[in-house]
């Protein structure tokens, strides 16, 4: 069983930039293709961004590219994703997810921005765009 934790949320103002991070305390996310997710109340969860096991892939929504970078660190088994010119609309409960590619989809550094296809959730963080 992993556990994801999402530290970094907040308030910040349209235009400012925020760096959510995700990790696993106790655990490795080596082996484990990670994804953004965003939620509002009442709304669908939208993939935001996702990175390959090994960080050589990432995609992103159509919404977050140009603005959000996704990386990660192994080395200090955390992910992170930084948000740049962030907009009111930003605004949602971000949550990060994780599941472990079978043999193909670590060979072809694949990831996901659907959600059926994570296993593992963390609990989200607030992020609000207001000024």
């Known amino acids: 069983q992993l556990h994801l934790a999402e530290p970094g949320g907040g308030l910040v103002q349209p235009g400012g930039s925020l760096r959510i991070s995700c990790a696993a305390p106790g655990s490795t996310l080596d082996y484990y293709a990670i994804g953004w997710f965003r939620q509002a109340p009442g709304k669908e969860r939208e993939g935001v961004s996702c990175?390959?096991?090994?960080?050589?892939?990432?995609n992103s929504a159509d919404s977050a590219k140009g603005r959000f970078t996704i990386s990660r660190d192994n080395a200090k088994d955390t992910v992170y994703l930084q948000m740049n010119t962030l907009k009111p609309r930003d605004t949602d409960n971000y949550y990060c997810?994780?599941?472990?590619?079978?043999?193909?989809?670590?060979?072809?550094?694949?990831?996901?921005?659907?959600?059926?296809?994570?296993?593992?959730w963390g609990q989200g963080t607030q992020v609000t765009v207001s000024s």
């Open positions: 990175i390959s096991s090994n960080g050589g892939t990432t």
């Open positions: 997810a994780a599941f472990k590619p079978t043999s193909w989809e670590r060979t072809m550094q694949l990831c996901a921005l659907t959600a059926q296809r994570y296993e593992y």
